[in-house]
């Protein structure tokens, strides 16, 4: 069976990294059901059209808690082998935990920083949903993703689209922000941030920078669940997101204007799609597929 490469020597941690495994990670893991499967449609949607095919070497960058990375460790089979790349510890303990639950014997997990490079020309094919926003340096991250590849090798990732097709986290964002300043420059952040790869003129243009061709954009739009009651969407919100990263910085002033906040956000979800599973808002993201140059 084909063993991947080792990655680069490790660096000290970026500010990037240390605030995704200090303050970010036990927020996703308390929502975890809530991005699991608000983001799982946005795959879904695409997987099976995927370029995977068995017995492939596979890389998913920010692979989070794993879900993407046994998908695709199922669909390129026992001949084929999968890595999972994070840089956040506790989500690879429990994507770690899924793999070894769900039995699957090519998939491995590592715990590293994407920008600082992944590997030489290894891959058949190299996947990341809702990891590349993050990157403190696109290009660099991207171009890390790019010489992962084997020549002519595809990649496919899946950023969000623009903030006015996005409501279900522009909307909450745009009430927090009624009542409380915007983070200052000095803000601790995840990175750019959840938009960052939005505009499709720009997205391409570094795409192109990181060595990337034949780059392609397909727009999804999927509901995704924001919350199973009205109360959970709320803490959601307050805690991750453009939302929750006001009301953080925000610190003693946002916990003063807090009843305030939370009548707005009631209001606004009261008006959210509502089924047996919860409330449900629009969201909408890109597909962007590329190669690797031949060799
Ligand atoms: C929004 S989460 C998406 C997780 C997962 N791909 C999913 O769809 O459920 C973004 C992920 O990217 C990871 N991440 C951010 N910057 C990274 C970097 N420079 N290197 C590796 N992982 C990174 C975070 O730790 C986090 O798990």
Request: aromatic fraction near 8%; hydrophobic fraction near 45%.
């Given at each position: 069976?084909?063993?991947?490469?080792?990655?680069?020597?490790?660096?000290?941690?970026?500010a990037f990294v240390d605030f995704w495994?200090a303050v970010l990670?036990?927020?996703?893991?308390?929502?975890?059901?809530?991005?699991?499967?608000?983001?799982?449609?946005?795959?879904?949607?695409?997987?099976?059209?995927?370029?995977?095919?068995?017995?492939?070497?596979?890389?998913?960058?920010?692979?989070?808690?794993?879900?993407?990375?046994?998908?695709?460790?199922?669909?390129?089979?026992?001949?084929?082998?999968?890595?999972?790349?994070?840089?956040?510890?506790?989500?690879?303990?429990?994507?770690?935990?899924?793999?070894?639950?769900?039995?699957?014997?090519?998939?491995?997990?590592?715990?590293?920083?994407?920008?600082?490079?992944?590997?030489?020309?290894?891959?058949?094919?190299?996947?990341?949903?809702?990891?590349?926003?993050?990157?403190?340096?696109?290009?660099?991250?991207?171009?890390?993703?790019?010489?992962?590849?084997?020549?002519?090798?595809?990649?496919?990732?899946?950023?969000?689209?623009?903030?006015?097709?996005?409501?279900?986290?522009?909307?909450?964002?745009?009430?927090?922000?009624?009542?409380?300043?915007?983070?200052?420059?000095?803000?601790q952040t995840c990175?750019?941030?959840?938009?960052?790869?939005?505009?499709?003129?720009?997205?391409?243009?570094?795409?192109?920078?990181?060595?990337?061709?034949?780059?392609?954009?397909?727009?999804?739009?999927?509901?995704?669940?924001?919350?199973?009651?009205?109360?959970?969407?709320?803490?959601?919100?307050?805690?991750?997101?453009?939302?929750?990263?006001?009301?953080?910085?925000?610190?003693?002033?946002?916990?003063?204007?807090?009843?305030?906040?939370?009548?707005?956000?009631?209001?606004?979800?009261?008006?959210?799609?509502?089924?047996?599973?919860?409330?449900?808002?629009?969201?909408?993201?890109?597909?962007?597929?590329?190669?690797?140059?031949?060799?």
């Amino acid at each position: 069976m084909p063993q991947h490469n080792t990655l680069p020597v490790a660096e000290p941690d970026s500010a990037f990294v240390d605030f995704w495994n200090a303050v970010l990670a036990p927020k996703f893991i308390r929502f975890r059901h809530i991005l699991v499967d608000g983001l799982s449609r946005h795959s879904a949607a695409v997987m099976p059209a995927l370029p995977v095919r068995a017995g492939d070497r596979v890389l998913d960058v920010g692979c989070g808690f794993g879900d993407t990375a046994l998908d695709l460790a199922n669909r390129v089979g026992p001949q084929g082998r999968v890595l999972g790349v994070d840089c956040c510890d506790a989500f690879l303990d429990c994507a770690r935990q899924i793999a070894g639950a769900a039995g699957t014997a090519n998939l491995d997990f590592a715990r590293h920083d994407a920008e600082l490079g992944l590997g030489g020309a290894e891959y058949d094919f190299v996947f990341a949903r809702f990891g590349t926003m993050f990157f403190s340096n696109p290009v660099r991250g991207l171009r890390s993703m790019r010489e992962a590849l084997k020549p002519g090798a595809r990649m496919a990732h899946i950023v969000w689209r623009r903030r006015e097709d996005n409501p279900w986290l522009h909307a909450p964002a745009t009430v927090v922000r009624q009542f409380l300043p915007a983070p200052g420059e000095d803000a601790q952040t995840c990175g750019p941030g959840p938009f960052s790869m939005a505009n499709e003129i720009v997205t391409g243009l570094k795409m192109e920078a990181a060595g990337f061709t034949d780059i392609h954009f397909q727009r999804i739009d999927a509901k995704v669940l924001v919350g199973r009651t009205i109360r959970e969407a709320i803490d959601f919100q307050l805690a991750i997101g453009p939302a929750g990263e006001t009301f953080r910085e925000a610190g003693a002033l946002a916990e003063q204007k807090r009843p305030e906040i939370e009548a707005a956000l009631t209001d606004l979800f009261a008006r959210a799609e509502t089924t047996e599973e919860g409330l449900w808002m629009d969201s909408s993201s890109w597909l962007i597929t590329a190669r690797a140059p031949d060799a």
